[in-house]
């Protein structure tokens, strides 16, 4: 822990005392060895969930400002340079050379070994990640728990990895396919599932036999960091079958140029935005990488007039409203029959002000929480006020809650009403062609059924859809 720069008086006040503290590190992992920045540089993660005694008697811990005079930062972490990202390929490839002998069961084995040691420890990791992303407890178990259900299905998969007989032209040739694993895997993460993320990618790349650099996103990389020290404890493994480079905002650009242009690299695993997957997949298409996207969405959730409207109202606030709107399978455009949109409307409002409990995001019964950071409170922001200029009425919501915090955006329900985008020559509101990722949701009115159809699929990403009738 002496390479830890962190913030004491944060780990003090959180009303959770961690069982292995060495799960908190701050150096890359590179080659089997834990390892500072060559350059010293490193970059502050902000602990979100201190205590304010000036919030007075809400019972609760709440987010505080992202300020580092404030004594905010909970730790400084590595800032890893284009270099550094270079010898962790090349140490993955080393160890790929060696871990591709691995038998189907051997692999299957250590995989198991690790899955036990991370379900062992996933109290800690739902605390890391409640601390640097301020998702409440509870559901920072449930991100685990998901991420364990991969790990999970990728052992049970290993020894399924056949090949194929493909009938031939001529009667004595014999066609068929071999399953290799393919080497370097870069895996780029999100921030905000960033365990169940991480698990995934590293998951599914080491159970088909290759070797892994992870890059998590610098609002989260003690999660990360976590994941690989649980890795690290599994004996078997060659050194630099896992690596994880880390890196600010300022650094992804050159750390994605290593990843996508260095030859040892054969595979680009990526999940988040959609521009920035596009940019991705077109740098790796220069040399034909394989890649695989996982990216954003602007899901229609669209209820008809025989909808069960209860029903529908409670599978919009899963899907909406769920980890505050941060997930990107939540609905984004919400198209309700013009016939019913009044009394849904209403049923949505008495509903989400009975399911959500606000207070300390370490208290197991708090089931929303604040947003990941005021980048994420200026784009809702933007969303809301666009909107309402153009005509939407507000029902709820509609701006921080101040006493719980910066970051509280409460979940905040639109009406589009006359001014719908699906009247004609209106200038598409802001939530019509861009993911908002945080908790509104526009109602927006429709009579027939291929107006609807048309509207929902005014967008390109297809990523889900919901409809009720
Ligand atoms: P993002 O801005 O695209 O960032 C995702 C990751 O890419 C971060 O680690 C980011 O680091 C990194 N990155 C950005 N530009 C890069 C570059 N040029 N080279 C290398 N890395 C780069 O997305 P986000 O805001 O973190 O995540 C939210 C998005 O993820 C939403 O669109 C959501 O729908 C999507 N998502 C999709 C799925 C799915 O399964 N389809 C699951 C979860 C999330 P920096 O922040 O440092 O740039």
Not at 198 to 220: D, F, M, Q, S
Not at 224 to 253: C, H, M, Q, W
Not at 372 to 395: F, N, P
Request: glycine share 8%; aromatic share 10%.
């Amino acid at each position: 822990m002496a390479a830890l720069q962190q913030n004491d008086i944060i780990l003090k006040s959180i009303p959770y005392t961690f069982k292995d503290h060495s799960l908190l590190d701050s150096r890359a992992f590179i080659g089997g060895k834990w390892t500072p920045a060559t350059s010293g540089a490193t970059f502050p993660v902000y602990g979100k969930v201190t205590p304010r005694p000036d919030y007075g008697n809400f019972e609760s811990l709440t987010q505080l400002p992202a300020d580092p005079e404030d004594g905010k930062v909970a730790f400084h972490v590595a800032n890893n340079s284009r270099d550094e990202v270079q010898q962790a390929i090349e140490a993955g490839q080393k160890a790929f050379l060696e871990y591709k002998k691995f038998t189907h069961r051997r692999r299957r084995t250590l995989l198991r070994a690790w899955t036990d040691i991370v379900r062992a420890n996933r109290e800690d990791l739902a605390a890391i990640c409640t601390l640097e992303l301020g998702k409440p407890i509870t559901e920072s178990y449930t991100t685990v728990n998901y991420g364990l259900s991969f790990l999970d299905w990728f052992q049970g998969e290993i020894e399924r990895l056949y090949g194929d007989t493909i009938p031939a032209a001529k009667a004595d040739n014999r066609i068929f396919t071999v399953r290799e694993p393919q080497g370097v895997v870069a895996a780029i993460t999100p921030w905000n599932l960033p365990i169940a993320m991480a698990l995934r990618k590293v998951g599914a790349a080491i159970a088909a036999g290759c070797t892994v650099v992870l890059k998590p996103a610098p609002e989260t990389p003690m999660c990360a960091i976590a994941v690989a020290k649980l890795f690290e404890r599994v004996e078997g493994y060659p050194a630099g079958t896992l690596n994880v480079v880390l890196g600010d905002a300022a650094s992804s650009p050159a750390i994605g140029e290593e990843m996508c242009h260095n030859p040892l690299v054969r595979h680009l695993s990526f999940t988040g935005s959609t521009a920035v997957g596009k940019y991705l997949n077109g740098e790796c298409g220069k040399s034909l990488k394989k890649t695989s996207m996982e990216l954003g969405g602007n899901a229609p959730f669209i209820v008809f007039e025989d909808a069960d409207l209860q029903k529908a109202v409670d599978g919009l606030i899963a899907s909406k409203f769920r980890s505050s709107g941060q997930t990107c399978v939540c609905a984004n455009r919400v198209f309700v029959h013009s016939s019913v949109i009044k009394e849904f409307a209403e049923k949505l409002q008495a509903t989400q002000e009975k399911t959500f409990v606000y207070g300390s995001v370490w208290d197991p019964k708090v089931n929303f929480g604040p947003l990941y950071s005021q980048r994420g409170v200026d784009k809702i922001a933007k969303h809301v006020e666009d909107a309402v200029s153009k005509g939407a009425q507000l029902v709820s919501g509609g701006a921080i809650k101040k006493e719980l915090g910066p970051y509280l955006y409460p979940p905040t329900i639109l009406v589009t009403g006359e001014n719908s985008p699906s009247k004609a020559n209106k200038t598409p509101m802001l939530f019509m062609i861009e993911e908002t990722f945080g908790p509104v949701a526009p109602l927006i009115p429709f009579d027939t059924e291929d107006e609807v159809l048309s509207l929902a699929n005014t967008f390109q990403s297809g990523l889900a859809s919901y409809f009720y009738n």
